[in-house]
Each structure stands twice: as structure tokens, then as C-alpha cells.
């Protein structure tokens, strides 16, 4: 009989064109300019080609706009699951009041429903950004998870090159201090496990998987960035981070971001990003690697069935003001 596979989850957070622009410090972003036309049509082939189905985190920012409803929509008619990745996507999301995050969600919530039709409970932080107040907020509407947290110590040095590559004023970068988290965080727990709140309340949290013991991300923007080195060295270090997460039993939480799967040749308004002078073909390529590999040690799943797998009694409890800043 063969042996039963840990379960694990993909998603893709549907960062658009103008978020990019934004995080970026580029000019033009609030025109919103866009991409989804181009890429989620190419996203969802690619998926099918793999008998795959995942989570989006979509921007509500984007579910807003009656232009993207159609695209949006077809998420969900090939079978997709869609996940609140708030309105306004800003990485200092963290530093709102309580009320503006309510506000920021609730907004989110209502334009996804009229684009696709599907009112989600899945969450997930632009940035990796989250609070206490954002999550007692998610419990409170009867989200399902929190998928926000990026256990790794090298965030401050993730930032820190991210704003070597940017237009960011000053300004622009004490907003977005938070981005990434903290070198704390690289302390948190990797399996999923419940945020316990004073009121006994739960919400359940799933961390975006780094490699076991080691806290080194190997999503997929990392596995890409190998890949310009040695599709050989890619396959080594995907290869080495599964072994982990078999070892420790860490059922892994796979994260994509749109520029992981297209390249400069889609978009050239994008062409500034690192990674972008590398083709779609050839970025499609690594990705069906990656996943091939993913499917042939777990069994893959989006990220609303994976959270059903789990016996509630056994997650770890954390209260929340014990790790929030």
C-alpha cells in the first residue's frame, strides 16, 4: 500500500501591474494600470496542464474595477479558490487603526464578491504585514485562516536589498519598514497552528513554509532567482527543502507571486524588476519543474481544503501579543 502523502498548499498572491508601480515607487500607479487580461489566462493553463488547483489572493483594489470582473470571474469557473489580499494592498497594512483594517477588509470582501460572485474567508497580508488587531478582526468575520506570517531571519535583509532596487523616497520607506516582518519572526512556528485570542477564541494561522531548521525561504521567487545560476542548483535546493519538510513533517505552504511564471517579454512595463529580463517560457519551465517535484513528495491542494486537514486538538496555541510587536 502506498504510503499516505503530507498535504500541501499553493497559492498565488495577484499582485497587479500598479502594485508593483506602488511598492516600487514608480509614477502612474494610480491610474491602476493592469495585467490580469494577460497573465491569469496564461496562470490558469499552465494549472490545468498540471491537474492543479490553488488559492488567489486577489486585490479588492482590482475586484473593484468592472473591467477585471470577467478575468476575475474565470479564477473561479476553472475551479479555483479566491482569498482577501485587502483592498489597497500596502505593505504597512500593520500600522492601521483597528477600524481602518475592519474597513480595508470589508471592503475587499465586497468587491471580490461582485467580481467572482464568491464571498471569500481566506486571508493573507500584502507584504507578509499583520497585527494583532488584524487578526482579531479576521476572527471576528469568520475567517477560516490567516496566511500572512514568513518565519525567516533574513527579512531585514530581504528589505534592505528590496530598497537598494527601488524609486522609494524616504518617506516611502519608513511606510514600508514592516515589509517582509521582522528578524523575530524567523522564531515563529512553521506547521499551521492557532492564534488563541483572551476570549478563548481561535484563528488558524498558516505560515508561508521556509525550509525546516534553517528559516530560508523556497518559494518560488527564490527558486527562480537559483535557477539563473543552475537549473541543477534550483532542483538541489527545492530538492534538500522537501526532504526537510518530509523529516519534520511540515506539511509546506507554497507561495507564488505573478512576475514567478512571466517574464519582461509579457510585460515590459515591468521590465525594471530583477528577474524580468528571463522569458515566460523559460520562467513556466522552472515553475513546472518545481511543481512536478512538489506533486510527486505531497499531495497538493489549495489552501481552503488544506486547512480542513487538520485535527484542531493537536495545533500548537499562541497568543498573539506574545510574538506581535
Known sequence: ????????????????????????????????????????????????????????????????????????????????????????????????????????????EEAIVTATGHRTNMFRGPGFSWSVDLLEVLQKRNYIFDASTLPTYISPLLRKYYFAKSNLSKEEKENRKELFGSFKEGFFPLKPYNWKFKSNKKLLEIPVTTMPVFKLPFHQSYLLYISGVSRFL????????????????????????????????????????????????????????????????????????????????KLKEITPKETSK
Open 1 to 108: 500500500m502506498a504510503k499516505k502523502k503530507i498535504p500541501a498548499s499553493i497559492s498565488l498572491d495577484l499582485d497587479d501591474q500598479w502594485s508593483y508601480m506602488k511598492v516600487h515607487g514608480d509614477e502612474g500607479w494610480e491610474s491602476f494600470p493592469s495585467y490580469l487580461d494577460i497573465v491569469v489566462p496564461i496562470f490558469l493553463d499552465v494549472f490545468d496542464k498540471l491537474n492543479m488547483k490553488i488559492t488567489f489572493f486577489v486585490v479588492g483594489q482590482d475586484a473593484a474595477i468592472e473591467k477585471n470582473h470577467k478575468v476575475l470571474r474565470s479564477i473561479i469557473e476553472r475551479g479555483h479558490e479566491i482569498g482577501n489580499h485587502s483592498f489597497h494592498h500596502e505593505s504597512w497594512l500593520k500600522t492601521y487603526s483597528k477600524e481602518k483594517i475592519e474597513a480595508e477588509i470589508e471592503m475587499a
Open 234 to 313: 534550483m532542483k538541489a535546493y527545492l530538492r534538500f527543502a522537501i526532504f526537510m519538510c518530509k523529516i519534520t513533517k511540515t506539511p509546506p505552504s507554497y507561495l507564488l507571486h505573478p512576475l514567478d511564471l512571466i517574464g519582461g517579454d509579457d510585460v515590459p512595463q515591468l521590465a525594471f524588476f530583477p528577474g524580468m529580463s528571463i522569458k515566460s517560457e523559460k520562467k513556466l519551465e522552472v515553475f513546472e519543474t518545481a511543481m512536478k517535484m512538489m506533486q510527486k513528495h505531497f499531495e497538493v491542494l489549495p489552501m481552503g481544503e488544506f486547512s480542513k486537514r487538520f485535527d484542531e486538538a
